[in-house]
């Protein structure tokens, strides 16, 4: 599986300003600190989203990370942290990505999904400066990179998830005023012949979809809307608006690899590599 790896950069004057708290703590606590006089010090440091839409990255309206993960910062260059699942760091240590030569993996710390909640991220394309990272309790550990970014005009399980944080920020540990509602409603991107030009939005009405827990449903939307998106989906948005999604995906995708905003991400074929540390 080829995924597109987008860079979804922490804003740290952002950061440092909020004196916003998740579960009694500041938010980024540990990362901000580690950042202005740690080992993440004169860092850029991006979570890295796994993706097969790269042509949705104009709808981005938060990144998700899981409650349950712990991530791994990752030495990248000189001048650069990458956040992703420690299994997605062999793969991209394999594969060059991390530190040269090939294979070798420098972690700077850990950081688990709750001491990103709340953090400020600047996603590539994105219409907002800045969005928010978010917790999703269906993230897969052995999957991409644990890194999910949000695209609720045309991912039901984003648009879904969104609507459960709106519902019960309390119970999710979020401020909704603050990190969801000034992002929603979703706006249209791509437009389909069945699903109109908010797919997601109809499609979790039509496969009732009513939390994220609903998986079979959520599965049916979203194969539903695959199907269509990618064959006869057209562009509403942005640069390649009027051009059918097959021949805007790959434009989209070289245009944010060679802006430094993406980079290319191999995932092996039908083996999922289970052991983690
Ligand atoms: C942006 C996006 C926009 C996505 C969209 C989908 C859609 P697949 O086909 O099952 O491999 N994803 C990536 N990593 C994970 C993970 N670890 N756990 C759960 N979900 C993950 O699905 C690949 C898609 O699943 C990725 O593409 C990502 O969300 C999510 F409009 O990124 B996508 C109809 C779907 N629309």
């Known amino acids: 599986q080829e995924y597109t790896g987008i860079k979804i950069r922490i804003l740290f004057d952002k950061l440092a300003e909020s004196d916003d708290q998740v579960k009694g703590a500041r938010?980024?606590?540990?990362?901000?600190?580690?950042?202005q006089s740690?080992?993440?010090k004169g860092r850029e440091v991006s979570l890295i989203a796994a993706t097969l839409r790269p042509e949705t990255m104009y709808g981005q309206t938060n990144c998700f990370v899981s409650p349950e993960i712990t991530y791994g910062v990752y030495e990248v260059g000189d001048n650069e942290a990458w956040i992703v699942s420690k299994r997605a760091a062999r793969n991209m240590a394999f594969q060059a990505l991390l530190k040269k030569p090939r294979g070798v993996i420098n972690k700077i710390m850990?950081?688990?999904?709750?001491?990103?909640?709340?953090?400020?991220?600047?996603?590539?394309?994105?219409?907002?400066?800045?969005?928010?990272?978010?917790?999703?309790?269906?993230i897969l550990e052995a999957k991409g990179t644990g890194v999910v970014t949000s695209v609720p005009s045309d991912s039901p399980d984003d648009y879904i998830t969104l609507m459960d944080l709106a519902k019960k920020p309390a119970f999710y540990h979020v401020d909704a005023e603050k990190w969801v509602k000034p992002f929603l409603p979703p706006l249209p991107l791509i437009r389909l012949p069945t699903w109109g030009d908010v797919g997601a939005v109809k499609a979790?009405?039509?496969f009732?979809?009513?939390?994220?827990?609903?998986?079979?449903?959520?599965?049916e939307a979203k194969d539903a809307l695959y199907k269509e998106g990618f064959y006869?989906?057209?562009?509403?948005?942005?640069?390649?608006?009027?051009?059918?999604?097959?021949?805007?995906?790959?434009?989209?995708?070289?245009?944010?690899?060679?802006a430094g905003d993406a980079i290319v991400y191999?995932?092996?074929?039908?083996?999922?590599?289970s052991r983690s540390g």
């Open 266 to 273: 191999c995932e092996p074929e039908g083996r999922v590599v």
């Open 232 to 258: 006869q989906g057209v562009m509403i948005y942005g640069p390649y608006s009027g051009k059918p999604v097959q021949e805007a995906k790959p434009l989209v995708r070289a245009d944010m690899i060679n």
């Open 38 to 40: 740690g080992a993440l």
């Open 204 to 206: 979790v009405e039509h």
């Open 110 to 138: 850990d950081v688990g999904g709750w001491d990103l909640v709340g953090v400020p991220v600047k996603a590539p394309l994105a219409r907002f400066d800045a969005v928010y990272l978010l917790p999703m309790e269906g």
């Open 27 to 35: 938010v980024g606590a540990k990362i901000l600190e580690a950042h």
């Open 208 to 219: 009732k979809v009513k939390s994220q827990k609903d998986k079979k449903e959520l599965a």
